[in-house]
């Protein structure tokens, strides 16, 4: 009987268009998400309801379902649904992203806020929730990229199509470092994601860090003050965007800033749906949603472009081995640690070359220069191992040669790898080393 009301409702809806609507009522409301009637057998988990209240237009999206109803989430940052509403569904979430999106500031939902006029829709539909590429039929990940940031181009050096998290605390950098990540030449488009940021860093990066490249630039924008939903949909849309853009052969980099934000949003969602903590507070879907999302990065399908993913990773409580950090870390190809003790003493980018990898560098570096970044990671961990034993007075010069070395030359090493925001972009990171290390 229920599979013959399906077929029924699809044919009608698709015969009548606007004349039929798949519809309930509110029947619980809490804080954090609603309980709906009577839409049970026509509703999957990611469709979208709609509703109105006291004049207001809300959406929300279906979390869970089950035989008693329908537990829906709603994008605002209050559910103004009462006892009896009507709930009618809109169907699963799409955008229709368009080349000349570039240059402009969307919200989570693809609408525009930057004040510009109406967004133009492409001729094809991007899915939020679309599969990553067949692994298989992916393209290899081969052409170096410069990115201008000298620690990074001589340490850990990027390809494109390549996926990389920056790892830190709060206010250790990271967001300084993916503004200078969005200047870097090389890339067709560039989608950025600000999820969970502060409203007022918003304009402050739009207008500072990215502005030289806000022309071939994708902003999406979902603040701190947003709700739940709003923040966990909006590295789907600007993955969506990155994916029409993927498809139409352009290289793009991709910058989410930041993926644990993202992680807290749907932890708050799948609790609303009634799923179990299992670490630290983070439900099982949690750990499934975040390599779904990730995965979808990369290099695209052999003749396709590719999106090269930098990721930032908020620390809680600068615990590197936070199950969240854990488990990104684990889905990349690469990961940059800043260190708040390396921030302290004035160094940026605060990255820690010792903990920064790589999976790609071979791809990148030269023979000659894999084996003199093997000889200067060996010179920095001897330099930091003996620090507290030189501090102490307990070392005395002339004792061991290659310590003597490292102590001469690893300050100038580090000196070198200092960048601000505003400087120049570094085009050969090798040769600049090399005239510090002269001078």
Known sequence: MTDAIERLERAMAQANGHLVQVGGHVREVSASACRIGGVGPFVRLGDRMGFEQDGKAQIGEIVRIDAAGATLKTFGPRIEAGIGTRVFRLGAAELRPDPSWKGRVIDALGRPIDGAGPLAEGAVAAPLDADPP?????????????????????????????????????????????????????????????????????????EGPIAKARERSVIVVSTGDESPMMRRQAPKVALAVAESFRDRGESVLLIVDSVTRYAHAARDVALAAGEPAVARGYPPSVFSDLPRLLERAGPGLEGQGSITGVFSVLVDGDDHNDPVADAIRGTLDGHVVLDRAIAEQGRYPAMDLLGSISRLASEVWTPDQRDLVRKLKAMMARYEETRDLRLMGGYRAGTDAELDQAIGLVPKIYEAMRQEPGQAPSRDAFLELAQSLRG
């Open 134 to 206: 067949a692994a298989f039929g992916r393209a290899r990940v081969r052409r170096p990229l410069v990115t201008g940031v000298r620690a990074l181009d001589l340490f850990t050096p990027l390809c494109a199509g390549q996926r990389i998290g920056i790892f830190a605390g709060s206010g250790v950098g990271k967001s300084t470092l993916l503004a200078m990540l969005a200047e870097a030449e090389g890339f067709d488009s560039v989608v950025v994601a600000l999820v969970g940021e502060r409203g007022r860093e918003v304009r402050e990066f739009l």
